[in-house]
């Protein structure tokens, strides 16, 4: 058995329960994490009140919340390769609707797991797979941004945003990111050229000729940032709305024609190879995760409250080990 985080019905934070559930054992392909922090992610608290998409896919309660883990290898499936007992690593959970890392112990599929940097706390290390992956995988795989291209983040000092202004900073990008007047010189020091304070103005009103504008907030869509954008520019979030997915399915195929300007929804992936890349920069210093707030386990419902408030810098993260 192992302590855990859980709820047996959805609601708010209070239907948390800290208590014994058993401990999983991992199939051939995975590889059984001895959790030392977990990263929250609005997906947590989405799964718990019953609004994550990923909710039909998930088995019956109770139910243990949280995709992103760090620890040390504590049992390798007979498939599994490139691990072995010992290993400090960090890991995404791979399955839509299944979670688990707000707990002791976590399964996961060894594809999806990297060796932690010797540089970075476990703590920092749980901070990055969700946020981490969904702002390379929009950066890099839909975007394709490389040296000199143009590139808004709103949200720039939240959790994915944060990541965003780094990765695209390293990439020779030039980067304006949208934020408040307390996050400014902290969004410069990690990367950005440009601040918008989104108190005092829009940056829809003032800035153009984008390659790409990342919405990690959703309160965008592409028809507010034509004008941003250049002629062939895209538009990517991470909170669809059904304008926004409308909008995907009708420029996705016409720009690969045509050209023209797009709109995509980002559905992060947990890819090893990709938090590997991730973790070479963070050992190299190009990337680092701020994080806003540790928790301990028990206190997962103070976490769920912060996150939804989604007025965070950086990451929270819940210590399971000390």
């Not at 799964?47 to 994550?52: A, E, H, S, V």
């Not at 399955?95 to 890392?101: A, D, E, F, N, S």
């Not at 976590?106 to 970075?120: D, G, Q, S």
């Not at 869509?221 to 002629?231: E, H, I, K, T, W």
């Amino acid at each position: 058995m192992m302590e855990a985080i859980y709820f047996e019905r959805h609601g708010g934070p209070e239907v948390l329960r800290y208590g014994q559930r058993p401990t999983p054992r991992p199939t051939p392909n995975q590889v059984l994490i001895e959790v030392h922090a977990v990263g929250v992610n609005p997906r947590d608290w989405m799964l718990r009140q019953g609004t994550y998409i990923g909710r039909p896919l998930v088995g019956k309660p109770p139910i243990i919340p949280g995709s992103d883990v760090s620890g040390v290898v504590a049992e390798v499936g007979e498939k599994a390769e490139g691990f072995t007992v010992g290993d400090e690593v960090f890991a995404m959970q791979s399955q839509l609707g299944h979670m688990g890392g707000y707990a002791q112990y976590m399964a996961v599929n060894a594809a999806c797991v990297a060796h932690k940097p010797k540089e970075i706390s476990h703590i920092e290390a749980a901070a990055v797979p969700v946020a981490g992956l969904t702002a390379w995988q929009s950066l890099f795989d839909i975007a394709r941004i490389g040296p000199g291209d143009k590139v808004v983040v709103v949200g720039a000092s939240g959790g994915v945003g944060h990541y965003a202004v780094q990765l695209a900073h390293h990439a020779g990008a030039h980067v304006t990111a949208v934020c408040s007047t307390a996050n400014a010189d902290f969004v410069r020091d990690i990367g950005a050229d440009e601040v918008i304070d989104y108190t005092t103005q829009r940056f829809t009103d003032v800035v153009r000729g984008q390659d790409l504008v990342f919405d990690t907030l959703g309160k965008e869509s592409l028809d507010s940032c034509r004008n941003v954008l250049n002629p062939n520019g895209i538009y990517i979030t991470t909170v669809p709305n059904l304008a926004t997915i409308a909008r995907w399915a009708q420029t996705s195929l016409r720009s690969r024609v045509l050209g023209g300007q797009r709109a995509s929804v980002v559905t992060v992936k947990a890819r090893g190879h990709e938090l590997s890349a991730l973790a070479e920069l963070m050992a190299h210093g190009h990337l680092r995760s701020l994080v806003d707030s540790v928790y301990p386990l028990a206190e997962a419902a103070e976490a769920h409250r912060k996150s939804r408030t989604f007025r965070t810098r950086g990451k929270l993260v819940l210590q399971v080990r000390d």
